[in-house]
């Protein structure tokens, strides 16, 4: 049986530790801001977005890699005989999904997987391929069931301020506007037959107390849950939100583990700071 790589585009947001721990490789996205390219995760952090929006009012546009990128990420491995097992950002998100398959038709042993999903709503994804590699699972059967399980994850985040989703032609400015002066949090949930986004319950007040309602409306509007581990994962927002979020899931279930991850730059490019999710799998 060859051996396997597991590898994942970096809008997985898994940190370095996570990455070590499950012995994950991730392909970065890029990210154009103003007249240069960087690439997410390696040489640009979220707080250099924020930053120069700050001071020059402009955000980045960020792309997948090309199927040729993905073909000479893919071959280092590949001539030295391993399968490979990617997850992919959602294909309703990114043409990420599409280059890494055509990267796989031209070399072979690679299994793309379209994770339907975002940030450590593909991590989760990531995690549990981690899982069955180690269990000694072969490569195409690993994708698989990693399709099957992709339709389990749950994954939604509540977006403190609209600016940056107006900045970036996701919502008119009238309904930022409207949203900000009213000091309304949507959620945003993912749709993971799609990848497709939609907006849920919109709450009103202070983000501390709207965090608490959301982590208590997402656990418990569910009897099915998969209690090994759940994310909460942010784009960049204080401690005391962090806590408030992993006292509430304390208070409901029983999880095994708790992360907690920053998001990256594709994905903070788009929802801005004191964005703030939870995501877990379902049964």
Not at 24 to 37: D, E, F, M, S, T
Not at 59 to 76: C, G, H, M, R, V
Not at 260 to 266: D, K, L, W
Request: hydrophobic share 35%; aromatic share 6%.
């Amino acid at each position: 049986m060859k051996k396997i790589i597991l590898s994942a585009d970096s809008t997985c947001d898994l940190d370095d530790c996570l990455k070590q721990r499950y012995k994950v490789h991730c392909q970065p996205l890029h990210i154009n801001l103003g007249n240069k390219q960087y690439e997410d995760g390696v040489n640009i952090t979220p707080d250099d977005i924020y930053d120069t929006y700050e001071k020059q009012r402009i955000l980045p546009k960020t792309s997948a890699p090309n199927p040729k990128e993905y073909i000479d990420y893919f071959k280092q491995w590949i001539d030295q005989g391993y399968e490979v097992v990617h997850i992919s950002l959602g294909s309703g998100l990114s043409s990420s999904y599409q280059n890494a398959c055509i990267a796989a038709e031209e070399l072979g042993n690679i299994y793309p997987v379209d994770s339907g999903n975002l940030s450590t709503g593909m991590g989760l994804l990531v995690i549990e391929a981690a899982e069955r590699i180690a269990k000694g699972m072969p490569a195409a059967q690993i994708s698989e069931e990693i399709n099957q399980l992709k339709l389990k994850v749950q994954a939604s985040f509540v977006i403190d301020k609209l600016t940056y989703l107006r900045e970036g032609g996701r919502c008119s400015a009238i309904a930022a506007f409207s949203a900000n002066l009213l000091n309304i949090k949507p959620c945003i949930e993912v749709d993971p037959t799609s990848g497709n986004m939609n907006v849920g319950k919109k709450y009103r007040g202070a983000l501390s107390k709207t965090l608490k309602r959301y982590t208590l409306d997402k656990l418990n509007e569910r009897s099915d849950l998969k209690l090994d581990r759940i994310f909460i994962t942010h784009s960049g927002t204080s401690s005391e939100n962090i806590d408030i979020v992993k006292k509430t899931i304390e208070e409901v279930a029983d999880f095994k583990e708790i992360l907690v991850t920053r998001a990256g730059c594709t994905i903070s490019s788009h929802c801005g700071p004191n964005t703030v999710g939870v995501l877990f799998v379902t049964k």
